[in-house]
């Protein structure tokens, strides 16, 4: 048995779970509703308030598919009540980005600006920051896999390098840092 997959989903008070036709399941939250398609093969029961997982075979596609529905269900009821964040930090000097909506704009070091739209589901804000510290953005999502794929494209516009650490960096990120070139005693 997956140890994942037999795991009951619990719904927080203020989420509503529907089971639609074709094995779709709809997630109601105080922060946004999603649907999940999931296979049929996967039998789904909602009661006292869990969503119990159960699959037909031990065959390894059935395994596979019982651990990975029951996390996305999972993710989809922890996206609606609470959301999800990254925040990100801009480390190097001029290194900005500003909020307009849903547009950032990127000042990184280049000879041009970077404007990157962000979907309707994302929000971006800009904390406040102490003189010396870096920029940092964090974004907002009930959608935890959207979330991390607008925060691995930000992080695209500029990695961080290894020798001085300059870029975009998720905070808390341990970046693995070279000793780069010494003066040579001739």
């Known amino acids: 048995m997956s ?6 989903v619990s719904l927080p008070s203020g989420v509503s779970v529907e089971l639609l036709d074709g094995n ?3 997630v109601k939250g105080p922060l946004g509703e999603m649907s999940q398609k999931v296979d049929p093969d996967i039998k789904m029961t909602i009661e006292d308030n869990q969503i119990k997982f ?4 031990d065959q390894p596609r059935h395994r596979s598919m019982h651990g990975l529905y029951r996390a996305l269900v999972h993710n989809m009821v922890v996206g609606v009540s609470e ?4 925040q990100q930090e801009l480390v190097g000097v001029g290194y900005r980005v500003a909020v307009q909506g849903q547009l950032l704009t990127f000042s990184l070091g280049y ?3 970077i404007q990157l739209m962000l979907p309707s589901e994302v929000k971006a804000e800009l904390p406040d920051v102490k003189k010396g510290e870096n920029p940092r953005l964090v974004l907002k999502s009930c ?3 959207l979330v991390g794929q607008v925060a691995a494209k930000v992080r695209s516009l500029r990695k961080p390098e290894p020798y001085k650490g300059k870029g975009i960096k998720f905070v808390g990120e341990q970046l693995r840092r070279k000793a780069g070139k010494t003066a040579s005693a001739k």
């Open 83 to 86: 959301g999800f964040t990254t």
């Open 111 to 113: 000879s041009h600006e």
């Open 3 to 8: 140890r994942i997959g037999k795991l009951p």
């Open 24 to 26: 779709v399941l709809k």
């Open 54 to 57: 159960e699959r037909p075979t």
């Open 143 to 145: 959608d935890k896999q």
